[in-house]
């Protein structure tokens, strides 16, 4: 049987995947590995993970940990999905943006270096490592130019350096994404999709005024939904080639301001918008779409989901879960 190894397992990402992995394809050994245990309220698949496989508590800050868990594990497949992966909270913490997004995974691919291990690496990256591009650069195909405009997106490039590196220069079996933006049932309130879709439904409850505040609206963003996103890792993991760089991407570009108004259709619900300076990075990269020609050649890749769905999917997770919290709350007065 073979083994699979996900850090950041009890995250976003990391539930979709195993989750994928548990509806989908059967006979792999799963380990899973983050700071905290996995409560994952987008998937019905906690139980069974927890039950059936393998979860190991550890900070992969520390390089001794990781190198023990990976001599330990021996995994055929890793997919390094731990990271600080907010553009927002980068420009906060830059320092621990950088450590999370690029120590940690030195740490990584130097404990498969040192064990002599075989494992096919896959390290997740991000389209803000284009930076700022011309709206004639649109398309952006992996050949671009990487011009990174925050803490967090020189952090990733840094990240897919170390990739080539270690796969040129020493042979390991490691391929990168460049990630767009991916959204879901269970995003945090912290990525700007979640937000729009949880103001909507505090509204629709009437637990907020019939406002929507956001950042810069006129932003166009490539979003894809987390479940298409996670079937694409495990695609790389089996068939990606070492060395090589690949987007994980629509190809349409979306307005914060249209995705509100999407949102809007979708519940019924009428409000203003307004625009908040602190909502607003320091710099901010205007359009970014991308081109999945490589990927779905290689692979046969290409996204399934109708952004409407994804949508949809995410009203109702927030529906069921600020529902579940109102009763938490009012049983907690009672």
Wanted: hydrophobic share 40%; charged share 25%; aromatic share 8%.
């Amino acid at each position: 049987m073979e083994k699979i190894l996900v850090t950041g397992a009890s995250g976003f990402a990391g539930g979709h995947f195993i989750h994928y992995l548990l509806s989908h394809r059967e006979g792999f050994e799963i380990h899973g590995v983050s700071r905290s245990v996995p409560a994952w309220d987008f998937v019905p698949s906690t139980e069974a993970f927890l039950r059936d496989h393998h979860f190991h508590r550890a900070d992969l800050t520390d390089a001794a940990k990781v190198a023990g868990l990976v001599r330990k594990i021996q995994p055929d497949f890793i997919l390094h999905l731990a990271a600080q992966s907010s553009v927002a909270e980068s420009w906060r913490r830059p320092v621990l943006s950088f450590l999370d997004n690029a120590t940690i995974f030195l740490n990584i691919i130097d404990a498969v270096r040192l064990d002599d291990n075989a494992a096919r690496v896959l390290s997740v990256g991000s389209s803000e490592q284009y930076g700022s591009v011309a709206g004639n650069d649109l398309p952006l195909r992996e050949t671009h130019n990487q011009c990174p405009a925050s803490p967090y997106a020189v952090a990733r490039v840094a990240q897919e350096q170390l990739a080539g590196i270690y796969a040129e220069g020493y042979g390991l079996g490691i391929c990168c994404t460049r990630s767009f933006n991916h959204c879901g049932p269970g995003q945090d309130e912290r990525f700007v999709v979640s937000s729009l879709v949880k103001q909507s439904v505090l509204i629709e409850k009437g637990l907020q005024e019939p406002v929507i505040h956001i950042g810069n609206g006129a932003i166009i963003r490539d979003f894809v939904d987390v479940r298409d996103v996670v079937r694409a890792y495990f695609l790389l993991l089996k068939g990606g080639k070492r060395g090589e760089v690949y987007n994980i991407c629509s190809g349409t570009g979306r307005s914060v301001c249209d995705i509100v108004l999407q949102i809007s259709d979708l519940t019924g619900i009428r409000a203003g918008i307004v625009s908040e300076d602190l909502r607003i990075r320091p710099s901010d990269n205007p359009r970014l779409i991308g081109d999945n020609e490589k990927i779905f050649h290689e692979t046969g890749w290409a996204p399934e989901i109708p952004f409407e769905q994804t949508l949809e999917a995410m009203i109702d997770h927030w529906r069921q879960r600020l529902d579940r919290e109102l009763k938490t709350r009012r049983t907690e007065h009672t």
